[in-house]
């Protein structure tokens, strides 16, 4: 079993940035493929980033490609998500999830273990 723990979201304007952790807990860390994914009020969960076990490959959603960053601390079991730039439509709580894939995947379904989720809104 894993254990997802995410934190840093909030309110920020629009333009501003914030960068979410997700502390892991459980099953070695280091082993997992870690993913953002995000919900909007109404809509489906989608897709943000992710990053394989060894942070060697990362894969963005086209819409977040060149604002968001994607990184991981596996000395201290944690997963970031750097955002920029952060524009209204961003507003959705995110949460992370691990996989035991070994690749960066965007599938949901191919995601073992989810966190409780962390709500950041933009103001426009």
């Known amino acids: 079993q894993v254990q997802l723990v995410e934190s840093g979201g909030g309110l920020v304007q629009t333009g501003g940035s914030l960068r979410l952790s997700c502390a892991a807990s459980g099953r070695t860390f280091s082993s997992l493929t870690m993913g953002w994914f995000r919900q909007a009020p109404g809509k489906e969960r989608d897709f943000v980033a992710a990053?394989?076990?060894?942070?060697?490959?990362?894969s963005y959603a086209d819409s977040v490609k060149g604002r968001f960053t994607i990184s991981r601390d596996n000395a201290k079991n944690t997963v970031y998500l750097q955002m920029n730039s952060l524009k209204p439509e961003n507003t959705a709580v995110y949460y992370c999830?691990?996989?035991?894939?070994?690749?960066?995947?965007?599938?949901?379904?191919?995601?073992?273990?989810w966190g409780q989720g962390t709500q950041v809104t933009v103001s426009s």
């Open positions: 999830a691990a996989s035991v894939r070994r690749w960066a995947t965007r599938e949901s379904d191919e995601y073992d273990y």
């Open positions: 990053v394989t076990w060894n942070g060697v490959s990362t």
